[in-house]
């Protein structure tokens, strides 16, 4: 069944006039995949509360049946032991939250709140998570709202802020905002942050920034950012870039500064570089002083790891707002082709809020056979100053062709300088999105995300938590699962 028959012609034509995916159409957002799987299948019922199996270094988050995918994670300064995450689901309908209250030794789990359908036969599911707390512990989890109707396409999407008070054992509270029709916009890949510095003067904003792929509305789309500055009851959005025509950006990582500047990077895969602005006005206007970094791929890479999806090219930054020799620089990291063809993460640093950027410079190991790095994110010790990034690595793989995936973890303690080598290792097995019991190929994990397109970090005082998806329990038998499949799951550990 063709894509045309499958959501009808009207359904196709804002698809394919959603110019985010005019540069390659095999990456579709996450939710694309979320919204064919619901459209021809049955929303899984509740999960239920989940707890953690494994007492080990590395904990299985999710402990759920079904793929989980897009991992983010967030520390609660107020209390660090406090832990929060959240992850993509496949078979159901909402975003999963998780939380730990033992610095990550086990976790418990709960659903995120949806808005009601639209229309008749009205079907509505989140996709992309990410979460932050303020300095009041707050925690803020931010996804975005995707409307359907068998046989009638997509009838909108916006973006949703859901609130919670107690490390997010609950989430009695949603804020939704820039709802846009089907026939205007796709929006994707919000990502949210707050401004914890003590002295800025929009201490405890919270910022959603996302792209908005619009539908032909040269005023509509582009790289977006919304602010709140009522802890998260209300917000209000502008848009960063000049597009110059809908859907040229992704992957919007917005961040803040001791000073409380905000700043926002992403992908400008129109003109082939990581593009770079920022606000000093808690938001409300925006300058592009000058690009982080000119780069070889444009929007994606098919990495062999990657079995049904392509690896997206997009920022993950970061400020140090420690007291320490670096304070005030500002960090980008990004994956990009290497000359041997294969990916690698990269990261550069300025210390003049953006006006000039150092040369890039890789986070990772130099080794003697090809391995493709990616999905990495990055985070910067408040405390110590240290930069930290995380990232899939294919160094471990014994299949011969890059298949097999652990998540590894890089740091610099020089402000960006150079980074410590080797690599440490955070994942304890290796997954394979390839593997049925050693048949190669399967399609056991077909359901599109497979690692999504981001996995998550956190770190503070010396500590760090990478989140990743890892299917190392893809053939386990997991309760009430209707697959009899684990498929892939939520994975976190502690890194000291």
């Not at 390659?24 to 929303?43: E, G, I």
């Not at 802890?231 to 959005?237: D, K, L």
């Not at 790891?305 to 990291?333: K, N, Q, T, W």
């Not at 995300?449 to 038998?477: C, K, M």
Request: some cysteine.
């Amino acid at each position: 069944m063709n894509l045309l028959s499958r959501f009808g012609c009207f359904s196709l034509l804002l698809f394919c006039g959603a110019q985010l995916f005019a540069q390659n159409n095999s990456h579709n957002p996450t939710w694309w995949n979320k919204y064919q799987y619901l459209l021809n299948h049955p929303a899984d019922n509740g999960a239920g509360p989940g707890t953690s199996l494994n007492a080990g270094a590395n904990v299985d988050v999710s402990n759920e049946c079904g793929p989980q995918s897009e991992t983010f994670i967030a520390i609660n300064h107020a209390n660090t032991k406090n832990l929060a995450a959240g992850s993509n689901e496949i078979f159901r309908d909402p975003m999963r939250g998780y939380f730990s209250t033992n610095n990550g030794s086990s976790w418990g789990a709960v659903d995120l709140p949806l808005p009601d359908a639209i229309g008749t036969n009205g079907i509505r599911f989140g996709s992309d998570p990410s979460v932050a707390f303020d300095t009041q512990g707050n925690l803020f989890y931010g996804y975005i709202v995707v409307f359907f109707s068998n046989g009638n396409g997509i009838n909108g999407t916006e973006m949703a802020v859901a609130k919670s008070t107690n490390d997010g054992k609950t989430y009695p509270s949603v804020t939704f905002f820039s709802f846009s029709s089907g026939s205007n916009h796709f929006n994707d890949k919000p990502m949210i942050t707050t401004d914890t510095n003590a002295n800025s003067p929009f201490r405890d904003n919270v910022y959603l920034a996302w792209d908005a792929a619009s539908g032909g509305s040269a005023s509509g789309g582009g790289i977006r950012v919304a602010t709140s500055s009522d802890h998260g009851a209300t917000f209000q959005s502008v848009r960063v870039d000049d597009p110059g025509g809908p859907g040229r950006g992704i992957g919007a990582s917005p961040f803040t500064g001791p000073d409380g500047t905000v700043y926002v990077a992403w992908n400008d895969f129109a003109n082939n570089v990581i593009a770079f602005a920022r606000s000093s006005d808690g938001g409300a206007t925006w300058v592009r002083p000058a690009i982080v970094s000119t780069k070889t791929a444009v929007f994606d890479v098919g990495v062999p790891a990657e079995s049904f999806r392509r690896a997206l090219v997009y920022p993950s930054c970061d400020a140090d707002r420690s007291s320490g020799p670096h304070r005030g620089r500002i960090y980008c990291s990004w994956m990009d082709l290497t000359s041997a063809g294969t990916t690698d993460v990269f990261s550069a640093f300025s210390d003049d809020q953006g006006n000039t950027w150092s040369p890039k410079i890789a986070v990772t190991d130099a080794l003697s056979f090809p391995v493709d790095r990616f999905n990495h994110w990055m985070a910067v010790d408040s405390a110590t100053g240290d930069v930290n990034v995380s990232f899939y690595d294919t160094r471990n793989d014994t299949t011969g062709s890059r298949f097999m995936t652990d998540t590894f973890f890089s740091q610099s303690q020089n402000g960006g300088t150079s980074w410590l080598s080797p690599n440490l290792r955070v994942s304890s097995d290796s997954s394979n999105e390839h593997d049925c019991n050693g048949v190669f190929p399967c399609d056991a994990i077909d359901y599109g995300n497979q690692q999504g397109d981001y996995e998550g970090l956190a770190s503070f005082n010396g500590i760090s938590h990478p989140v990743w998806t890892d299917s190392r329990e893809q053939q386990a038998l997991a309760p009430g699962c209707r697959t009899g499949l684990a498929m892939e799951e939520v994975f976190t550990a502690t890194v000291k």
